[in-house]
């Protein structure tokens, strides 16, 4: 006869905390393979976090990506 596992439940705030902290390894682990090669580390850090759509510092709203805008009507010659 197998054996019952017992099914844990968690809360959203604890599956946002998992994805936050996820994402916040893979970011730095980024940052620091940037800087190995040379670059920056404020500039590392700005390039991964725009990838990310992360604010930096008191930077104001990055420029939004035309693609993932939802606006069907943006063209190529609209985003050159």
């Not at 992360?54 to 993932?68: I, S, W, Y």
Request: no cysteine; net charge negative; glycine share 4%.
């Amino acid at each position: 006869m197998a054996a019952r596992m017992a099914k844990k439940t968690a809360s959203i705030e604890e599956v946002l905390a998992s994805i936050e902290a996820a994402r916040d390894k893979v970011m730095a682990d980024e940052v620091k393979s940037l800087t190995k090669l040379g670059i920056p580390k404020a500039m590392a850090y700005q390039m991964i976090s725009s990838r990310f759509h992360q604010k930096v510092g008191n930077q104001e709203e990055a420029e939004p990506d035309p693609f993932e805008s939802g606006n069907p009507t943006t063209s190529w010659e609209e985003i050159s």
